[in-house]
């Protein structure tokens, strides 16, 4: 029975020391002021970059279809020449294509990182007023959290209030 007793109490100590809380990282990034500015300027670099390369995209397409059309017209040799041509803008669109994703990339990476480190303080912040053992971030592996340890909402307040 003493055992018992010395469990039940070591365990509910435990309990008390290993407060739990969770955050949803990209929501509090996305609730704040300056990260609804980043989405919204990336939003606007992506589709127009996807505009550009949807354009570029159709000009190849027609030009294909065009050589396709004049292909029994051509001697072997120009024929030959028109695809080598063809292929080389094909190749270039797509290395373009990729460097503009590495750009996009680069460029979120530059403007969310600095937002995303000062709201991992925050989260520190509040996490150690409400004496939080350990703060996790929402993720594919959790599937429901209780509303009493979720600390986005307060998360995304705090740092509207010091980062104006």
């Known amino acids: 029975m003493k ?5 039940l109490v070591a365990f509910f100590s435990f309990q008390s020391f290993s407060k739990t809380a969770y955050v949803h990282l990209m929501k509090a990034f996305e609730n704040t002021k300056q ?3 980043v ?3 990336l939003e606007k670099t992506a589709n127009k970059a996807k505009a550009e390369f949807k354009s570029k995209e ?3 397409q027609k030009e294909e279809e065009s ?3 004049e292909m029994a017209l051509l001697t072997e040799q120009a024929r030959a020449q028109k695809i080598s041509q063809l292929q080389q803008k094909i190749v ?4 373009e294509a990729k460097n503009k994703d590495t750009e996009l990339q680069n460029l979120q990476n530059k403007l969310m990182n600095p937002i995303l480190e000062r709201l991992k303080k925050v989260i520190a912040e509040v996490a150690k007023k409400q004496s939080y053992a350990m703060v996790k971030n929402v993720g594919t592996e959790v599937l429901w959290v209780s509303p009493e ?3 986005t909402t307060q998360v ?4 509207n209030k010091r980062y104006k």
Do not use: C, E
């Not at 270039?92 to 290395?95: A, D, E, I, P, S």
């Open 3 to 7: 055992l018992f007793l010395i469990v």
């Open 35 to 37: 990260g609804r500015k």
């Open 39 to 41: 989405k919204t300027r």
């Open 58 to 60: 159709l000009r190849l």
């Open 67 to 69: 050589l396709k059309k």
């Open 92 to 95: 270039n669109f797509q290395k």
């Open 149 to 151: 340890l979720d600390l």
């Open 156 to 159: 995304y307040k705090a740092y």
